[in-house]
């Protein structure tokens, strides 16, 4: 029996950015269920249904969503659908953002970045969380009790890479307006908090990434059920007293002073 702490049956999660098998958002899905939570799970593709069918395949009450979440209307729609879906909503996690399936990535320094591409990568990865938690708000509010967690990144809000000026600014974006949400909605019982994860050994990581994983102080990059974990404690009972604070999580890549 889950602790009364950790217990989220009768909650109901809504996770963006969950297509993928190997990804953060895919884990926090599966962590919250085993916590008891009913999981809506979106991505921009269909493959969105794989992952709710393997979500149903452990137990869970899930329900697998497609939407552009840079898009208003696909917000309201993605919320409304879960409502639909589960009757209510509880917890939403913003992972939606970096890369998604079918989109080119928006690299480059201040002067190599043109506004249409800053544009792309600010919807993607502020805007998609801003217009989801925007949303859901009046669902939480009604309730008087609510969990957002965005996941941001050690990009931004803790340290930099070279050529990564949208990526950056946007995450760091993402700590600031859970910082904002924590202070006007604190009186309706609602937590708002981002997660910064490091290295990452998703699907995606690149050979160059997993390399400068092995130099951090714990000597690997991070599962995605370990970054999952932070995201999970942050939308229990237990975790009510928590709000407006960045969770980081990179084994202490970014405290390592000596190079």
Not at 63 to 88: M, W
Request: with cysteine.
């Amino acid at each position: 029996m889950t602790p009364a702490t950790f217990d989220l049956s009768g909650r109901v999660a809504l996770v963006t950015g969950a297509g993928s098998e190997t990804g953060i958002g895919f884990a926090a899905a599966v962590l919250l269920a085993e916590l008891g939570a009913s999981v809506a799970v979106a991505a921009t593709t269909d493959r969105i249904q794989l992952r709710a069918d393997e979500l149903r395949a452990r137990g869970a009450s899930a329900s697998g969503h497609v939407a552009d979440l840079t898009s208003p209307e696909a917000a309201e729609g993605l919320v409304a659908e879960t409502l639909v879906a589960h009757g209510r909503l509880d917890i939403v996690v913003n992972n939606a953002g970096m890369v998604s399936v079918g989109t080119s990535p928006e690299g480059g320094d201040l002067r190599g970045t043109d506004p249409a591409t800053w544009r792309a990568g600010i919807e993607r990865n502020l805007d998609s969380a801003f217009l989801v938690t925007r949303a859901a708000m009046p669902h939480l509010v009604e309730r008087r009790w609510g969990r957002i967690v965005h996941v941001s990144s050690v990009t931004g809000p803790v340290m930099a890479m070279r050529n990564e000026i949208t990526y950056a600014s946007a995450k760091a974006g993402m700590v600031g307006m859970a910082r904002s949400i924590a202070v006007d909605y604190a009186r309706f019982g609602i937590t708002a908090n981002a997660v910064a994860p490091g290295w990452i050994a998703t699907g995606s990581q690149t050979e160059q990434e997993a390399g400068e994983g092995l130099r951090v102080p714990v000597g690997r990059s991070a599962t995605p059920a370990e970054v999952a974990s932070a995201i999970a404690w942050l939308c229990t009972p237990g975790a009510a007293y928590v709000t407006g604070q960045c969770i980081i999580v990179d084994g202490g890549n970014s405290i390592n002073e000596q190079r």
